[in-house]
């Protein structure tokens, strides 16, 4: 199916489900939370985990184990451990929200019956069926967007856009003192505890999207906001992502759009939420000496490559 797609990637507590969260106040728009499509089915830049060798190579027995493993009770998100061929397989529970059990059964079947087919060909088959699946129960139409939202799809950005030729990517970016401080405060299992390995996580991410960016068939493709511009002049930025995705809106639905995507009226934020602060420099409270030395040794360069002061 021919329809347009939008990736919302980005370091994790860059500000993605902020940006999320205004577009899905865009009627046109037909979305779930994180999918982790590529993080779970493909992986070809992982060295941790085997989901696609043991999809589409591995004994009918280990498949089933497998499969189970994408889906959690009520469909919540978090991390199941299977033991899988003498390895711990850690598997993302977060595909029950675009696809049911049996659908992804009979889907990666079907991807296996493709003897054609290499395993990257197949991984993308399986993740086509899904996202064509959502978006018909969806009510997809002519004129509606798929916007798919997984920060950790910067790493597989040249996959998505060499695979989808409609699709385009908006990339996160933040500043990464503030990052850190916002993934320490969050505390989840996929935030390093450690200053160190906070910083080395921002810089990848970071330079994935230079990569990706450096790429002159993708120029027109992918579009990088500022956390900082978005809290700065919101509805010019607002206006600025929906012209890139091909979707209209009036300025009346872009005011109610930041009334309603503002940090003040979340229910839920603070401390160990989604939602922490959202202020701007907050780094500046809690970043010893020590954490400023780290940061620009490790990253510093990079920060002032993207435009930030140190």
Not at 48 to 61: A, S
Not at 78 to 98: T, Y
Not at 206 to 234: C, H, M, T, W
């Amino acid at each position: 199916m021919n329809y347009k797609k939008l990736f919302i990637v980005g370091c994790g507590r860059s500000g993605t489900t902020w940006v999320w969260d205004i577009f899905k106040e865009h009627p046109l728009v037909i979305t779930d939370y994180e999918s982790h499509l590529y993080d779970s089915i493909m992986q070809p830049h992982s060295e941790k985990n085997f989901i696609l060798e043991v999809i589409f190579l591995r004994p009918l027995w280990m498949k089933k184990i497998l499969i189970k493993s994408f889906f959690t009770n009520k469909f919540k998100a978090g991390l199941r451990w299977e033991f899988v061929s003498n390895r711990f397989l850690a598997v993302k529970g977060l595909l029950s929200g675009w696809v049911d059990y049996d659908k992804f059964c009979r889907f990666v079947k079907e991807a296996i019956s493709r003897k054609e087919l290499n395993n990257i060909q197949r991984a993308e088959l399986v993740i086509d069926e899904i996202l064509d699946d959502f978006f018909i129960r969806s009510g997809g139409k002519e004129g509606n967007i798929l916007v798919e939202k997984t920060p950790r799809h910067i790493l597989y950005g040249e996959y998505i856009l060499n695979h989808y030729l409609e699709a385009k990517i908006i990339e996160v970016v933040r500043d990464g003192r503030d990052v850190c401080v916002s993934m320490k405060m969050l505390n989840r299992s996929w935030c390093p505890h450690s200053r160190k390995n906070q910083i080395k996580m921002w810089k990848k991410l970071i330079e994935a999207g230079i990569k990706l960016k450096s790429e002159e068939s993708f120029a027109n493709r992918i579009l990088q906001v500022r956390y900082e511009d978005i809290k700065k002049d919101p509805a010019k930025e607002i206006k600025r992502m929906f012209d890139f995705a091909g979707i209209s809106t009036s300025v009346d639905k872009i005011s109610k759009i930041i009334n309603n995507t503002n940090f003040n009226n979340y229910k839920d934020r603070g401390k160990g939420t989604d939602k922490y602060k959202g202020v701007v420099g907050d780094w500046k409270n809690h970043f010893t000496e020590q954490d400023k030395e780290l940061f620009n040794k490790i990253a510093g360069d990079l920060m002032i490559k993207l435009g930030y002061k140190l």
